[in-house]
T-cell receptor, first 117, second 109 residues
Framework: GAGVSQSPRYKVAKRGQDVALRCDPISGHVSLFWYQQALGQGPEFLTYFQNEAQLDKSGLPSDRFFAERPEGSVSTLKIQRTQQEDSAVYLC???????????????FGSGTQLSVL | GQNIDQPTEMTATEGAIVQINCTYQTSGFNGLFWYQQHAGEAPTFLSYNVLDGLEEKGRFSSFLSRSKGYSYLLLKELQMKDSASYLCAVKSAGNKLTFGGGTRVLVKP
């Protein structure tokens, strides 16, 4: 596709429910990032993949959060036993950066807005 | 760790100039990015600085001073469509981009 695609656009979950958020990066992009953005705040880093390898997961807030990218393209962010504080917009971004060029910019999807009731 | 500070909100008049400051303290520095984000939309790339000095791109310019840990984004000839949040982000080692809290700019007629 032309850009980064995320689905669903909106997700309402009951507290305790598991959710899965999907990201389709730009074709051929090696690097993929997940960010969490609370209302009125900047994006907070969650995790980073280079191809299928998860190189950094230091931003995942708890072991309820899990991300995968098994074939190095589509990625899924899974949140188990959702809680109200998980309510936020989850942004996915990709770049063609293989870690050698510092000026490679990130291309963002429109995000999934998660509301936990 | 990373610490990136920018003002929360700024208001300016259509046709005027606004300067958004960003200060940072990071472990490792591989460049500074500015992104624009309209409400409910994806952040979009505006500029990148890795060397000291001014980068000009149409109505938008970005400045960097690495020794001072300081950058600014200058928006000239403001238009109503420039009302948005502006995000300062620093790339550290390991390809990781860390964002500040964003500055919401409101352009008034």
């Amino acid at each position: 596709g032309a850009g980064v695609s995320q689905s669903p656009r909106y997700k309402v979950a009951k507290r305790g429910q598991d959710v899965a958020l999907r990201c389709d990066p730009i074709s051929g992009h090696v690097s993929l990032f997940w960010y969490q953005q609370a209302l009125g705040q900047g994006p907070e880093f969650l995790t980073y993949f280079q191809n299928e390898a998860q190189l950094d997961k230091s931003g995942l807030p708890s072991d309820r959060f899990f991300a995968e990218r098994p074939e190095g393209s589509v990625s899924t962010l899974k949140i188990q036993r959702t809680q109200q504080e998980d309510s936020a917009v989850y942004l996915c971004a990709s770049s063609s950066n293989r870690g050698r060029a510092t000026n490679e910019k990130l291309f963002f999807g429109s995000g999934t807005q998660l509301s936990v009731l | 760790g990373q610490n990136i500070d920018q003002p929360t909100e700024m208001t300016a008049t259509e046709g005027a100039i606004v300067q958004i400051n960003c200060t940072y303290q990071t472990s490792g520095f591989n460049g500074l990015f500015w992104y624009q984000q309209h409400a409910g939309e994806a952040p979009t790339f505006l500029s990148y600085n890795v060397l000291d000095g001014l980068e000009e791109k149409g109505r938008f310019s970005s400045f960097l001073s690495r020794s001072k840990g300081y950058s600014y984004l200058l928006l000239k000839e403001l238009q109503m469509k420039d009302s948005a949040s502006y995000l300062c982000a620093v790339k550290s080692a390991g390809n990781k981009l860390t964002f500040g809290g964003g500055t919401r700019v409101l352009v008034k007629p």
